[in-house]
């Protein structure tokens, strides 16, 4: 414990000179890069419209406190195809995860040397691209449409699915496998009937809360031409109009509300 003399008295110090010079020094370094970012951005930003933005959202907000209801005829096949892409994909996501984690787990992969850095590469890869650059890359590749849509959901999944479920069996009560091993089961039924049952309760609710996520994701991808609601909000959004912008936020704020309720339901029902 630091302690100091003051006026004769030993006083306990939390931190001795030392600290305090290193402390000091990190608060400096961290001020410096503040202030080094802010003057970039600032030289970044033309401020003229940063001025003018409250007058231009409160403008907005005024061209959409009008909702053109008779537009919800024309969402509704869209708003339906981004529910289907969320869910096809998430389906895709959970085929391709569910052996990859198997793969990656340091308990039952077949090789901890070769096998289980390539599982691992696979989920980091997925999950270091957002879904939108996923659904970018395939709408060049294969056109736009809802197949590059539920490809771009469901390759955007693995890398979470994986993740999260390659943890849980990682944290199998391992005494369970062994008494399965200890009957003569081999590996398929010692997977079958040693892991699987443990990690059930964790793949179902992964598997449904990533649906929930994935019917956000699924909300912005026809901006890049993927499907779904979002080329009819890029066309509202392209020819001003904000009335029926206003119907298309409301319809998707009501289906995330639906999906999150419907979400919270079956994990408390499963977990």
């Not at 970044?44 to 907000?61: G, K, N, S």
């Not at 001003?240 to 009501?254: D, G, T």
Request: glycine share 8%.
């Amino acid at each position: 414990m630091p302690v100091a003399e003051i006026a004769g008295r030993r006083v306990w110090q939390r931190r001795d000179a030392r600290e305090k010079l290193g402390l000091w020094l990190v608060w400096l370094v961290c001020v410096s890069i503040a202030v080094v970012c802010w003057q970039y951005i600032s030289n970044q930003t033309i401020w003229m419209f940063v001025l003018d933005a409250p007058e231009q959202a409160f403008d907005m907000a005024s061209r959409m406190s009008n909702p053109r209801w008779a537009y919800l005829e024309v969402i509704a096949k869209p708003l339906w195809d981004t529910i289907n892409i969320a869910t096809l994909g998430t389906l895709l996501g959970v085929a391709i995860a569910t052996p990859v984690a198997f793969l990656a787990a340091h308990n039952t992969t077949p090789s901890r040397a070769f096998v289980r850095p390539v599982a691992l590469a696979v989920i980091v890869a997925s999950r270091s691209i957002n879904s939108l650059i996923w659904a970018l890359l395939l709408v060049l590749m294969l056109g736009p449409g809802l197949l590059a849509g539920i490809i771009a959901i469901g390759l955007r999944s693995i890398g979470f699915i994986g993740k999260l479920l390659y943890e849980a069996i990682e944290e199998i009560d391992e005494r369970q496998v062994e008494a399965i091993r200890a009957t003569g089961a081999g590996s398929a039924q010692r997977l079958a009937f040693g892991v699987a049952p443990q990690i059930m309760p964790a793949f179902a609710g992964i598997s449904v809360y990533r649906w929930d996520i994935n019917i956000r994701e699924a909300t912005i991808l026809g901006l890049v031409g993927a499907g779904g609601i979002g080329i009819q909000l890029q066309a509202s959004v392209n020819s001003l109009a904000w009335n029926q912008v206003s119907v298309i936020f409301l319809a998707i704020l009501a289906t995330v509300v639906v999906s999150e309720w419907v979400s919270a339901r079956v994990r408390h029902a499963i977990i």
